[in-house]
């Protein structure tokens, strides 16, 4: 019997562990840390074609849709449609974060073409 309850807390100690190392390491938590923060993070499952990508920038959140698309080579991402969660949080950006934001998306997406929603889309325009 004592055996057995060794045992017994010696698997939850190394499943409280494993789950700690887990929350530390969660690719969502770690969004909205930085979301609050008002950092900038990429939260995106490159091999995941039809799963959306999230970026947070100076406390706006972003969304971005996937399509896929052949290319001369293979089929990869050929566009991306990002747009803001909140508009009122785009309160003094500038064309240049935007174009940050973009190479940023381009680093993962090199053949894809970005559309933006507008009022971004305004803005990048002019």
Not at 15 to 24: A, D, K, Q, W
Not at 32 to 54: C, G, I, M, P
Not at 94 to 104: G, Q, R, V, Y
């Amino acid at each position: 019997m004592p055996l057995l309850i060794r045992f017994v807390i010696i698997a939850f100690i190394i499943y409280l562990f494993y789950r700690g190392i887990r929350y530390l390491t969660d690719p969502k938590r770690k969004l909205d840390e930085a979301y609050e923060q008002q950092q900038f993070y990429l939260y995106d499952d490159v091999k995941n074609v039809r799963k959306n990508f999230f970026i947070t920038y100076k406390g706006a959140m972003f969304e971005g849709e996937k399509y896929l698309g052949s290319t001369e080579n293979a089929f990869e991402i050929v566009s991306i449609f990002v747009w803001v969660k909140d508009e009122a949080k785009l309160q003094g950006f500038t064309k240049d974060d935007f174009h940050f934001l973009t190479s940023e998306i381009l680093s993962n997406y090199p053949n894809a073409d970005i559309s933006w929603k507008n009022p971004i889309e305004q803005l990048m325009k002019s």
